[in-house]
Each structure stands twice: as C-alpha cells, then as structure tokens.
C-alpha cells in the first residue's frame, strides 16, 4: 500500500516505519495518525514481520508534536475532536508484535507519546524528549498522563507535564524515559 506520509521497509522480519514529513519536522496531522493506524493494522497481520520500528525521516525529529498549522484551519470544537482522536496511540500500545521506537532529534508531545506507547525507546544522543503542551494551555492527550508515569515514576511524570520541560537524551536515559541511548549515527 502506498502512504503520503509514510515509508514502509520490511527487511530480516523487521519492519521500519518512517513518519516522512521532514518539512514539518514530521508533525502529527489526520493524515499521519490515520495513515499510521492503516499500517499497524496491515503489520499485524503479516506473518513475516517480528518487530516494527517507528521513526522519523530526517535527523530533526522523531515527530516534533502536533502540527498546529492544521489547527488554524479549524474550529476550537474541531481542534479538540482532533486531539481526542488519538486511536494510533492505542492501537501502538496494544500492538502484537514489540515495537521500538528510534528517536532522532525532537519527540514533543504527540510524538513523546507514540514514543511512549512503544514496548522499548531507543535515542540518540542528540534526542529531545517532553510533554511540552501545558505551554499551549493543553495536556497530553495520548497516554501521557497514563504511560509516563509508569515508565519514570509519579514525581519526574508531572514535572515534565506540568512545566512543559524538554529533556536532553542523557536526563531522558537517567530517568527510565529512554531504554536505549547510542550515538546519533548509530540508529
């Protein structure tokens, strides 16, 4: 199947799924959420795919967030429809097959979260992770809340909901938010 912004490799049982929006520091729009959720779906049923990796194309950013631009374009009561449709989020968490997050650059909200709802987060070292939402008078709408706490305990989870910091690679590692932190070149 072909996506508008996605790659799909399938290699040695391992598929990668790149968010390919490089310009828009691969921001979460509809079409990315639906588009990932398509593929999830058509994973799952693949006998020969093991694990799926998820990154972002380009060295910029896993995913930068929600791309607010498409927010101009719509109502407050669409914009919260919007935010409330985090189905990716779920279907990633509940997938059947261990998925790895390889994070490159920034993942800020939406995009934290995806990295969040994978079984295992590996980072660069020039990584930024966090729940920057509160800035814009919002809170995390994917799992944040939820899976956050779980992985970094109650204290470090609301520190980072609820002043909006961002977090190096190495802080993300100390904390238990990054599995796995390697040289930039090396994902």
Known sequence: MAYETLRMEVEERVAVLTIDRP????????????????????????????????????DKAFVAGADIGEFAERTPLEQRAVLAGRRVHRELAAFPKPTVAMINGYALGGGCELALACDIRVAGRSA????????????PGGGGTQRLPRLVGFGQAMRMVLTGDILDADEAARIGLVDLLVDDDAL
């Open 128 to 139: 930024k992770l966090g729940q920057p939402e509160i800035r814009l008078g919002l809170m």
């Open 23 to 58: 310009e828009k520091r691969n921001a979460l729009n509809a079409t990315v959420r639906r588009e990932l959720v398509e593929a999830l779906d058509a994973l799952a049923e693949r006998d020969d795919v093991r694990v799926v990796v998820l990154t972002g194309a380009g």
